[in-house]
């Protein structure tokens, strides 16, 4: 079962965190903070997974992360999961966004946020891989878009409100 989902830049800064257990705030910083420096630490050239061990509470938690430009992105699953299938299931992810996105960046993730969500748990939810295949999750997160832009022009076809003036009167003793 996947624990947590977390992208990072290179400085450290989340960009986008999913706990699937509940951790306290202060926990979840620690567990932030700590896999930054686990992951920047590593050279390009090494092997993508580690054991988490006491970071997220047990040793038979890992860490699986790819590194793309500026961005971390880490899944933290427990023993279970197949590390190559949790490396194709982050490649998936940014495929995704990257296709939503057109060349997805930073800046995506930080002014998008509810988008973004919403492909992840396309993807993932409650800690189980729902799905992997990108042309499924493209086909339902366009059909979502196609749903918004109709409850948008449906508002914006509403007839137009006025507001009675208020004048508020004050009691004097």
Do not use: W
Not at 33 to 52: G, K, M, P
Not at 63 to 85: K, M, P, W
């Amino acid at each position: 079962m996947i624990r947590a989902i977390l992208v990072f830049n290179h400085k450290g800064k989340p960009r986008l965190t999913k706990f699937y257990e509940h951790y306290a705030e202060d926990e979840q910083q620690l567990i932030i903070r700590e896999t930054f420096q686990l992951v920047s630490s590593r050279d390009d050239r090494i092997c993508n997974f580690l054991h988490a061990g006491i970071l997220v509470g047990g040793s038979d938690f890992k860490l699986i992360y790819r590194h793309y430009a500026t961005l971390y992105f880490v899944i933290c699953a427990d023993t279970a999961e197949s590390e190559l299938g949790i490396l194709d299931l982050i490649q998936i992810f940014v495929e995704a966004l990257d296709k939503c996105f057109d060349t997805v960046c930073e800046l995506d993730l930080i002014f998008n946020t509810d988008k973004v969500h919403s492909i992840l748990n396309e993807i993932v939810m409650g800690g189980l891989v729902l799905e992997t295949n990108l042309q499924e999750i493209l086909h339902r997160i366009d059909e979502q878009t196609k749903l918004e832009k109709q409850m948008s022009n449906k508002i914006a076809d509403l007839p137009e409100v006025h507001c009675l003036s208020f004048k508020p009167f004050i009691l004097y003793k």
